[in-house]
Structure formats: C-alpha cells, structure tokens
C-alpha cells in the first residue's frame, strides 16, 4: 500500500470561521494564492477598464449625485437584523430530524399548533425503518452519546409505532 501526504492549501483559519471579506472571495475568483492575481471565471464579464478623462469628466457630475442619493437611501434603510446561526450538522441533528418527522407521521404534533394532527403509519414505519439501516451501517463508528440517542430514540419510535398500529387493527 502506498502512503501519501495531503498538504491542505485553503485558506480558511483553524477556527473554520471565515472573515466576511474572505467569503466574498471563496467563490475562487479571488486573488489566487499563487500569484496574488484575480482568477478569470468562464463567461464572467471582463474587469472594466480605465476610462479615458473627458469620459470621466462628463460623468462626474451625474456619479456624484448618484452617489447622493445612494447614501440617503442607506442612510434611510434599517440594518438588516443577523441572520439565525443555523444549527451544526452532526449524526444527532439527522436521527432527531429523521425521528421528529417519524412522530408527526405518527400524529404528533407541537403543542398549540391549530391543525388537527394526521397519521401517516406508512410514511413514519419508513423513517423509522431509516434510524434502524443507520444504526446497522454506523455500529461501531459511533460516539458513545450519539449511539445511546439513536438507540433510545430507535427504542421509543418502535414501541409507539407497534401501540398505534395495533390500535389501528382494532379500529379496522
């Protein structure tokens, strides 16, 4: 077996948190870490060129009023509240994700929401029927916090699944 070095050439710091003028540039039409020179995308639009001076003249004056009003109308317009952070994805989002949608096919709903709930037993024995191929494919690969979630949520979803499909074959 051959062994092999990565050198890992990003530039994203060891926080993983990228500055905002950094983002803008991570779409690879940034300067190039190479040679310091932007990178042409294909089909993007030439960098404009320098203007000769009796064009720039003209100009001028319609710029400068046109600046104007840009900076009333920002200075008018409310800051933009911060975006919500999004949560992390990690394997315990995707088993509670993959468990909450198997509860709302079961008929659970949050509390106080106005439309009366629906079961779905086909759908939330799929979801379920998910957790269980996830917990035989990640044995073993697992943390000891993640491996108990899905383990107990796999437990609770089973056991509410079974009640509710035999109350359904009594109703039926």
């Known amino acids: 077996m051959t062994e092999f070095e990565v050198n890992d ?8 948190v990228l500055a905002a003028e950094e983002k803008k540039d991570s779409s690879g039409s940034g300067p190039s870490p190479e040679t310091g020179t932007r ?7 030439p960098p404009p060129q320098p203007r000769d001076e009796a064009a720039s ?42 468990g909450t949608t198997a509860l709302i096919h079961m008929g659970e709903s949050a509390p ?11 759908a939330a024995k799929h979801f379920i029927d998910i957790l269980g191929v996830l917990e035989k494919k990640t044995r073993g690969n697992l943390t000891e916090e993640e491996f ?7 437990y609770d979803l089973r056991l509410k699944f079974v009640k509710l499909s035999s109350e359904n074959q009594r109703n039926n």
């Open 9 to 16: 050439r990003r530039l994203v710091p060891k926080d993983g």
């Open 39 to 45: 990178r042409e995308e294909p089909g993007s639009p």
């Open 57 to 98: 003249a003209a100009g001028s004056s319609a710029a400068e009023a046109a600046g104007t009003r840009e900076k009333k109308a920002e200075a008018s317009v409310r800051p933009e509240p911060e975006p919500e952070t999004e949560p992390e994805a990690s394997f315990s989002s995707l088993v509670i994700g993959f």
């Open 112 to 122: 106080g929401d106005p439309q009366p709930p629906t079961r779905d037993l086909k």
């Open 148 to 154: 108990q979630l899905l383990k107990a949520f796999l």
